[in-house]
């Protein structure tokens, strides 16, 4: 495909330039050593246009789907009507600049939306950012730990620029309802806190050995597949490598103790300028709703969201401990709770109306006490017991428990029927599929079905989420339009 900036020439806005010539002088001044910058002055706000109405979109991400109209239809009858669909670039190293964002075969993400749009579904584009999982500086890290090092700062916003650009113009010209520019880059993102959840994580050593201690005491013999995709020998030559990554990467993040306050604040206004400027440019070529997608983690630590058109959320919340009840009730207590704190941060916007809410990714494994931590699914995990213990799991080794996730999305909807997060606008569940095989080797995966074809034994067993998720899109769309 050729590149569509060469295609469609478009002039960025007089802000997104002044503020494309703040992130490069600020870059200037971080490579020449000084902490200065513009006296300590607030950098200039984009402001989120709202060039359409934030519409419902209910949805998913679909498992190896290869009919784009039978899953429409199954997606209907349950109340969806928008596909998710993710593209990802490969940053070579996780503090280089070489982000390489070419397809593999050209035209294959235009022909996906163009499908699901022949087929009368919404699309939300989702870029995302994947580490090369072949090089060894990578090894157990993950793409929310990004972090150009210095050096390579200027290389990484210019090439991620031409990243969004590209996309911005792909999605304005196939009509996507909503752009996600970025998606879980805790690192970079979180730039309305002092030091990013992930990195007061890895500089925290007490409670990176408590970590280790816990898992070091499952009972794992042989041969161990763990987080980052490799094999290793047993459980505690795993946890040990993980460890160790990840106290080198704060140590080289953050860097001496002396001066690291003020480096991190400096890294942290060059993020924020360059987020508000690419989301500013992005707009003179998209006029769709633009986004960034943040972990059920790190939301509340995004300091843009005052620049984009909706706030994006993963919403992988922990429902309970073990030991507690894990009824509906229950879960709905906790639901309230959760959606809450999304509620706060997406009214927190100075002079602007407040932020309409997407779920980005919704999902519960087939697993019993998927509700505990939704967010993990494979390997060994220690799960928390509500008298302060710990208990260790092995994913693969709990039972199947499909009324767990049912409960889990009726109890959202008992949340919402009650009033909670009045700004949510919609949701994706993580994942669906209309077929049983991958059904059955995508933990995540729920098994849709249509009136045009047999409902198989999976198809039937999913009836009690099908119809919590049904309930959900209809609590939604009955809601008022946003503000």
Not at 257 to 281: K, P
């Amino acid at each position: 495909m050729r590149n569509a900036l060469r295609e469609v020439a478009r002039a960025p806005t007089r802000g997104a330039y002044r503020r494309l010539a703040a992130v490069a002088l600020s870059l200037a001044t971080l490579l020449l050593g000084t902490v200065a910058l513009r006296g300590g002055s607030t950098p200039p706000r984009a402001n989120g246009t709202h060039s359409r109405a934030a519409a419902v979109l209910n949805g998913g991400v679909n498992v190896g789907e290869q009919d784009p109209v039978a899953l429409a239809r199954a997606m209907r009858e349950t109340g969806l009507d928008t596909l998710q669909i993710s593209y990802d670039a490969r940053l070579t190293t996780w503090d280089g600049a070489d982000l390489d964002f070419r397809e593999r075969e050209p035209g294959v993400l235009r022909a996906r939306v163009r499908a699901a749009r022949a087929a009368g579904l919404s699309v939300m584009l989702v870029l995302r950012v994947r580490l090369d999982g072949e090089h060894p500086s990578n090894r157990h890290l993950w793409h929310g730990l990004a972090w150009p090092r210095d050096a390579a700062l200027e290389a990484f916003f210019a090439r991620y620029r031409d990243f969004v650009l590209w996309a911005a113009d792909l999605a304005e010209e196939e009509d996507v309802a909503m752009l996600v520019i970025g998606n879980e880059l805790n690192a970079l993102t979180s730039t309305g806190v002092d030091v990013p959840g992930v990195l007061r994580r890895a500089l925290d050593h007490e409670q990176l050995a408590r970590e280790a201690a816990a898992l070091r005491r499952c009972d794992a013999e042989g041969p161990v597949r763990w987080h980052d995709g490799g094999s290793y020998p047993n459980l505690v030559s795993a946890v040990a490598g993980e460890q160790r990554a990840l106290a080198r990467w704060g140590a080289s993040v953050a860097g001496p103790h002396e001066g690291r306050a003020s480096r991190l604040r400096q890294r942290r206004r060059l993020h924020d300028e360059f987020w508000r400027a690419t989301l500013d440019e992005a707009r003179a070529h998209y006029r769709g709703v633009l986004s960034y997608g943040a972990g059920f983690d790190s939301f509340s630590e995004v300091g843009f969201w005052d620049a984009t058109d909706a706030l994006v959320t993963t919403a992988y919340f922990g429902l309970y401990e073990l030991g507690e009840d894990a009824d509906r009730r229950a879960f709905e207590a906790a639901w309230t709770r959760h959606l809450e704190s999304v509620s706060r941060v997406a009214r927190a916007r100075p002079s602007h109306p407040e932020l309409p809410v997407y779920f980005g990714e919704l999902g519960f494994t087939r697993r019993k006490h998927s509700g505990v931590r939704p967010w993990s699914y494979e390997g060994f995990e220690i799960l928390p017991r509500a008298d302060g213990s710990h208990a260790c799991v092995s994913w693969g080794d709990v039972p199947l428990d499909l009324g767990e996730r049912a409960r889990a999305l009726d109890a959202l909807g008992d949340a919402l029927a009650r009033g909670a997060l009045p700004q949510l606008r919609g949701f994706s569940l993580w994942k669906i599929t209309t077929d049983d095989t991958h059904a059955a080797v995508e933990p995540y995966a729920i098994r849709l079905h249509d009136a045009l074809t047999t409902e198989t034994r999976r198809a039937r067993s999913e009836r009690p989420t099908l119809a919590a998720v049904a309930r959900l899109s209809a609590l939604l769309r009955a809601r008022p339009a946003a503000r």
